[in-house]
Structure formats: C-alpha cells, structure tokens
C-alpha cells in the first residue's frame, strides 16, 4: 500500500515535472521569437539604407579630418559657421566645434585652458550668437601658446553607437557617425558615452545632435562650412580613398595624433601641433 | 541677454569642455536606481522567507513583495520623465540596439514586473478566493476578476500555489540582481567617465540596493504596525537587523576599497578628483560616509546584544533611516559625481537641482512618494497581514 502510494506520488511528480518542463520550453520558445524579430528589427537600425543622395556612394569614400593646430588664430569664425550652416541653438554652451585655448605662463607648469564658453569670453562676444577670446593675456609673461579647434572625431570604434539603446545614432558606410533625430529618444546616454564632449541634447527638439562634418555638404562634393571659413587653413577635410586627396597627403607626410588614443575609439580626425596636456 | 544664457549653464572651475555645463543626467536619473534597489532590497527580503524557508521573516514577506511591485511600478517613470522625446520611449523596446546596456531595460524590467505580479498573484490566491466570496459591494466583482477564476482553495491547490510562488521568487533573485546589476554596468562600463569607469560599480549598486531596501522594510514594518497596532516581532526586527548589517558590512568593505584603488592607482586626473571630493561632492559624501558608518555602529551594537537591548525598535529604526539617506546620497555621489568631474580631467562642474521643473526636487520627490502612496492603497485592496489570512 505504502509502495502503491509512493508509485503514485511519484508519477505525479513526473507528472507536475513535465507539465512544468513543457511550460518553461514554450516561454523559452516564445523568448526566442520574440528576440529574433526583435534582432530583425534592431539590424535594420543599425545599418540602415544608403540615404537618397543623388550621385553619393557611401561605400566609396573613407572621409577624414586633418586639423593643423599650430595656424589656427581663435578666430572662432569656424563657430559661428558651423552654427548658422546646421541650425546649433545659438547659445554659448552648446557647440558642434569649437576651439580651445591653451595658455603657459612664465613660472606655471599647467596651461590655463579657456574656449568660447568661458564667462569672461562670453562677455566679450558680447551676444550668445557671436564668439571671441578676450585679451586677459594681454600683459602676462606668456611661455607658450596656441589653440586647439575640436570636434566630433567619427571615431572607428564610436562608444556613442555603441550605447545609443535604438540604433537612431549609427556609423555611415563612409565612416561619419550620424544621428537619425527622428528617431532619438533623447536619452543622453550618447552624451554620456562621448569622451571627447562632442554631443550635447538639442533642448529645442529633444534630441542629441553633434558635429556631422556637415554631412549634407560633403555628400554633394562641397567641404564642411568649418574648412570652408578658415581664413588660416587650419582644418583640412577629405577623402582617405583618394592617395592625392589634401587629407591623404596630410596624414601620410606628417607625425599626425589622435585625441585620448588610450580609449581605443579610433578617432578620424588626425591632429597636428599639439602639446602633451591637449586632452 | 547674457545673464539669461548662463543663467542656464552650471557654474564650473578649472577646463570643462563646452557641452560639459549643461549636465545631462539630472536628479530623476539619481532616483531612478535607488527606487529600483528599493526593489531589490525588498524583493530579497520576502525571498529570505518564500525561497529560503527562514520563518522570522513570514510577518513582511507578502508586505514586501507588495513594496517590491509599488517601487518597481515608479522605476521606469523617472527614465520616462527624463527623456527628451518621452513618446518615443517604446523605440528602444520595439527595435533595441543590443550593444546598449540601456537597451535591455524594458525586456529585464517588464520580465521582473511579470515575475513579480505572478508571485503576488500566487502568494494572495487564497486570501483572494476569500474575499470574493465575503466581499461586498463593488470590490466583490473586482476580487471575483483577481481570482481569474481559479477558486479552488483544498490544500492540493494551496500546495500548487506555494510551489509556484517558490518557483517564481527562485526565478526572481537572479532577475533582481540582474536588474540592479545592470543600473551599475550603465554607468561602470562607460570609459569617458573615470568616476563611474570601474568593474566594482555594478557590484556596489547590487550591495547598496540591499541595504537600502532592507531599511526601507525595516522603517515601513515599524511605523506600519504600529499604525494598525500590531505587535512587532522580535525575530523578524532581529532577522532584518542582522540581514542590514551583513550586505551593509560588505558594501563598505567594496567601497572603501573602490576609493583605495582609485587613490593607490592615482592616474591621470586624480589631484581634480580631490578637488571634487574636496568641492562640489563633499556634502553628498559625508552623508553617504557619516550616515552608513553610523548605521554600522549602531547595527553592530544590535546585532550584538540582540532585542534585549534598550529601545532596540528606536535605534533599529533610526539605523535603518541613515541608510536609506546614505544610500540616496551614494547614488547622487555617483551619478552626480560622475558628471561634475570634467571628461578633460582639468575641471569641475557644480550641479543644484532646481526645486520646480521637470526634473526638479519636487518631482522626485512625488516620485519617492507616489509608491508608498500606491501601497498604501494596495495593502488595502490586498491585505498583506498574517492575521489576515484566511484559516
């Protein structure tokens, strides 16, 4: 009797085990369709199709960016075309480029660092749509000096992809990280992710935005707005898929640099002229 | 014109590079993973009980899995509020980039409040079953569509839920540890912030979640039962005190080393991370410090003498509300900290909250509150109490 209820017993185990087993596989099962339509849908984000440029080929160009630091004046002209040219909320903390200045003082080991942003050069400006450096230097033992022009480095290995959580920011095929801003869900997460502090939240549309090498110009075979104003020739821009383009000759016949290499991002703006305390 | 622009701009020293002054994780990205390992905490408390079977805490388990689902519902609210395109929030549910840590939150925390709401579900069956049957008046249809129909209550059917209910709280402790886990990878894998950038971030997030749920169960079991007149009991106060005191040891042991490394290491940066501690972070990290030491002294004594002691239930409270500030305060150390220490290691941001506005004081502290709200009203509609139960 004891053995029967036993047998019993156990065969409702089995019993419960299997209806149990049988419910774990379709919940494994339904986990497992629900990723693969969920993959489906993310790789379709993630490499989204050649936009309709007439005459474009993303796959063929391999743009870079080359910027020479050593001319550049802080003539801030690179500012105020980038923020006319793309529509930046014209205000002195948000910036797709911008320049830095790096000042030693006789006696002093740090560079004092100020951009555009400072208060004291935002007064100067006088407007948050217009840009200088003040002349606070004017009677100081300077040591050494120069600027330093920033921007985004549409790195190889972008962390702002990588954290973006829909694919709304992407790497194009010509290796410019782009922004789908009809898509952003303007978590900053990208923001965040940047360690070069090119991204910032555009307050009026809620999305990230950030330095495109102005996309729409070097898809139609024009330089970005920045290279264009450069009374100094500063910035060079190009094609590393054409040998005897400017950018190609740049990076091949100088000892070039990229910003934080230890991130291992890879950046593609090389730069040339700068000092060990350029982060 | 001018004063207008800065006004908007947080105030910094040293170099911050320009895009740097406006910060962009505010105080709702502070609150939201202290409400999430509010969750945690009290999701591993009712555990203690429903998966490891140790009876001191049979009073507050169903209480806590009730304070569990309250906080959890609240926890995506300060992400949603934050966003600049709310509306699009579904986006990173319905086409996830799967490299993005952020990406996993909707499936980890929908799969835990499913979890959750089944084991809630499985623990109240019974009492549900009761009340359909002697309730009055509109609650009767509304306990009558909670039964979904499952009125059997012999005690094979008992036995079925309490095995289901097991089942769910085992699946649940590693979804729990698994959802705060990830709140620290979010910001311990990103490598543009050397105060966030550390393996131990998911580690102390995990721990500290612990620690704060189990003082939130310890402040709500306390002012709760005395509210209904209910006799506390002393198991239970032991049980949570000696619980506190175990993952509150071990999150300060992490802690204090996580500060060690960072100074016996002292890369590139370390004399403006001073200066942050020393600057803008100091109030937060002297609560965070002050308050979970504290708490540590007074738990030890506790744990120590046990209920014996004088006014045990006073300084077991008063413990448990340091850390729940402590814990707060770590998160603003963090997420706030992250974000004042420049990303060119030359400068720092100073963040205030302002008190009106979306993400202002007021609104996180509707959202701290709205839960408690909520379980005020769930523990009615649900009585979590043991006396309550039905024979």
Redesign the interface.
Known sequence: MAEEDRSSTRQQERRDFMR?LGGAIAFAGSAVAAGAV??A??S???SPAEPPIPGYDWGKHRWAFGVDASRCIGCLRCDVACKIENDVVL?????RT?V?RYVYLEGEESPR?????D?QN??AA???GDYRFDDRYRDANVSKAFFVP?LCNQCEHP?C????????TYKAKDGVVLIDQA???????C???????????DPR????DKCTWCYHRITKGLQPACVEICPTHCRVFGDLNDAGSEISRFVRGNRVEVLKPE??NAPHVFYLGIDKDV? | MIHGLLFQAAPYVGYVYPNETVISWSLLIVIYPYITGLVAGAFIVSSLYHVFGMPQFKPIARFALLTALCFLLFAPLSLLIHLGRPERAFHAVLTPHWTSAMAAFGYVAGFYLVVLVLEIWFAFRADVVAMARNARGALRPLYRALTLGSDDVSPRALAYDHKWARALAILGIPTAAGLHGYVGFIFGSLKSREWWSSDLMPIIFLLSAVVSGVALLVILYVTVWKLRRAELKDDCLNGLAQVMWAFLTVTLVVEALEYVEMFYRAREGIGTIVKLIEGPLWPGLLIQGVGSVAAFAVLTVLITVGTRSRNFVGWLTLSAALLMVAVLAMRWNVVIGGQELSKTLKGLVTYRPELLGRDGVLTSALLLAGPLAVLWVLARLLPPWEEARPA
């Open positions: 149990i969920a993959k849908a993310a379709s984000a993630r205000d002195p903390h948000q910036f911008w830095e660092i100020d951009s555009q942003s208060p935002i007064a006088g407007s948050g920033k962390p992809v990588e954290v973006c959580p829909t694919g709304a898509y952003c869900i303007g978590c900053q997460y923001v965040q992710a940047c360690p070069y502090g090119a991204r910032y939240l549309k809620g999305v990230a991130t291992g982060s």
